[in-house]
């Protein structure tokens, strides 16, 4: 089978723990998703606590390794709750979500924790899909939470994934 050029999957993905001389890169990976981007130095700070942890999808290509994604994740207690996950535009839906995601939930899973958060855009299909396949269950909501560049609003969905 011949794939579409735009469809050849990244050579040689891992998914490992996020760390500080990443963090340029994930914001840039987080502007080219949020209206509102996060810089390096928030991103570094995050890193910097000690309950916050992450993950980053790096691809070596010709001896240069790229960031093509990764996921921040904040521990309290026994629950966890997902603070942003990014891919890169042209490397979406291939997977490295799904990657970076079920290494939080193998993580979560290790240090005992009950149950994961996260909050997402009732009209981002492809996120709400992602969380659904993972068995995320919507608990919740915030009517109007969001709202985009033309200004309309849209509402939060809350959903928790237990994991005990
Ligand atoms: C949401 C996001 C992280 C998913 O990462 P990804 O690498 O594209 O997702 P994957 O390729 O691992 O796809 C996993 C599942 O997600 C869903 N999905 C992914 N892309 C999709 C799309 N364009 N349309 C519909 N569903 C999609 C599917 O259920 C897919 O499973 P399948 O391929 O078996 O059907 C990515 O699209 C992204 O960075 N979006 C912009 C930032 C964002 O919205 N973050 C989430 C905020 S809560």
Redesign the pocket.
């Known amino acids: 089978m011949i794939w579409p050029f735009d469809r050849i999957w990244p050579l040689d993905v891992v998914v490992d723990k996020a760390e500080r001389n990443h963090t340029r890169r994930m914001a840039e990976l987080h502007a080219f998703?949020?209206t509102r981007p996060w810089t390096d130095g928030e991103f570094d700070d995050l890193l910097d606590q000690k309950t916050v942890y992450g993950f980053t999808a790096r691809e070596l290509r010709w001896g240069k390794t790229d960031i093509l994604?990764f996921v921040l994740v904040r521990a309290a207690a026994d629950e966890a709750e997902?603070l942003?996950?990014?891919?890169a535009p042209r490397?979406?839906?291939?997977?490295?979500?799904?990657?970076?995601m079920d290494k939080v939930l193998a993580r979560a899973h290790g240090d005992r924790t009950e149950s994961v958060f996260?909050?997402?855009?009732e009209n981002?299909?492809?996120?709400v899909?992602?969380y659904r396949?993972l068995g995320f269950i919507q608990v919740g909501g915030r009517p109007d939470y969001y709202r985009d560049s033309a200004g309309q609003r849209s509402s939060a969905l809350v959903m928790r994934r237990d994991l005990r």
């Open positions: 998703s949020f994604g997902i942003t996950i990014a891919v490397w979406q839906g291939r997977g490295i979500g799904r990657r970076l996260l909050e997402v855009d981002n299909n492809p996120a899909r992602l396949k």
